[in-house]
């Protein structure tokens, strides 16, 4: 039975998020899968604004999912959270167990609270102040509630990169300094169609893009976008170019079966092999669920289906663009 303490906390949340939406936001609504999100924030303010210009529109659809995105103001203010001291400390994900049909989050790096009610399929996320922000996250934002969603459907959010090639697509994943954007883009760049970035959804082999930004390191980036408009969230030296993946017109594909898993490691040589599940759900699971503050046994569960139904390779990249992009036509070929 739900402790009444997260129950109490959960109405009250709704409630004061459903009175910033009724002043502050509009709607829009979203593809995620083949069901779709209806999201009210307010676009007067920034992260409103980047929010909807990071997803996929999907107008004509009906959605299941709503999602509210909420802000302090002068008279809406957030329940009492004396109750949580043990949980406000780190990034938590705080069992279902304890809070059914509930799920309830607190992201300290970020400055985001997440709430979302299983059986009404209805979340609200509380922004705090823009200090506490990293415009780069909006990107890809909110994906641990997007993982909640997408649970409801028994599919899962993944940390990677999308290709497409003749019809089939591969899921590229790796940690951040891995090169699967770098691997990602180059391959778009050279012909392929570019799914995703940084995230997709896997859903009964299929993979959907979710966000339809990538964003590229200036500094570090061996790839030259120049061709491409690009613009940065932040005005400084070091901060990353954002490429609208709308850029690359129809060779931004937002669903297509999965042939293929590929590990990207940057290495002197240039080289790739076919890995067996076991390998492969050592790489994938900590990359992606770590994204997802950790996720759970359910999320583990859906990642070994994936790599015990779709062929993985491990591909040793180099300085030699030539190469690495060779090393993913040949996989593409195994495959197909």
Request: glycine share 6%; hydrophobic share 40%.
């Amino acid at each position: 039975m739900i402790n009444s303490t997260f129950e109490d906390f959960a109405k009250s949340f709704f409630k004061q998020s459903s009175r910033y939406s009724n002043e502050f936001s509009e709607e829009f609504i979203v593809g995620l899968g083949e069901d779709s999100v209806l999201i009210r924030a307010n676009l007067n303010d920034q992260i409103g604004l980047l929010t909807k210009n990071s997803l996929i529109p999907a107008p004509n659809r009906s959605p299941s999912f709503t999602l509210e995105i909420w802000r302090t103001s002068e008279h809406i203010e957030l329940p009492d959270l004396s109750w949580a001291r043990d949980y406000l400390g780190t990034d938590c994900v705080i069992p279902i167990e304890l809070t059914h049909p509930y799920r309830l989050a607190f992201d300290k790096s970020q400055g985001f609270i997440y709430v979302f009610n299983t059986k009404t399929k209805h979340g609200a996320i509380w922004v705090a102040s823009d200090d506490q922000i990293s415009l780069n996250s909006f990107i890809t934002p909110f994906r641990v509630m997007f993982s909640w969603m997408a649970e409801e459907f028994d599919a899962e959010i993944v940390h990677a990169s999308g290709l497409e090639h003749n019809g089939r697509g591969a899921i590229i994943n790796g940690p951040s300094g891995s090169g699967k954007s770098t691997l990602a883009l180059l391959s778009a760049l050279n012909g392929m169609s570019m799914v995703a970035d940084d995230v997709v959804l896997y859903d009964k082999g299929q993979m959907y893009a979710v966000y339809n930004y990538a964003k590229v390191d200036p500094r570090t980036s061996p790839l030259d976008i120049s061709a491409y408009e690009t613009f940065q969230l932040e005005q400084t030296p070091i901060a990353k170019k954002i490429l609208h993946l709308e850029n690359f017109g129809p060779r931004f594909v937002k669903k297509t079966p999965v042939a293929a898993l590929i590990f990207p490691i940057f290495a002197h040589i240039n080289h790739f092999e076919r890995i067996n599940p076991k390998i492969a759900i050592n790489l994938l699971a900590p990359n992606s669920l770590r994204e997802l503050m950790g996720g759970t046994p359910t999320n583990f569960k859906r990642l070994l289906k994936i790599v015990r139904d779709i062929p993985a390779f491990r591909v040793a990249v180099s300085t030699n663009n030539l190469k690495n992009f060779d090393s993913v036509s040949r996989i593409f070929e195994e495959v197909l």
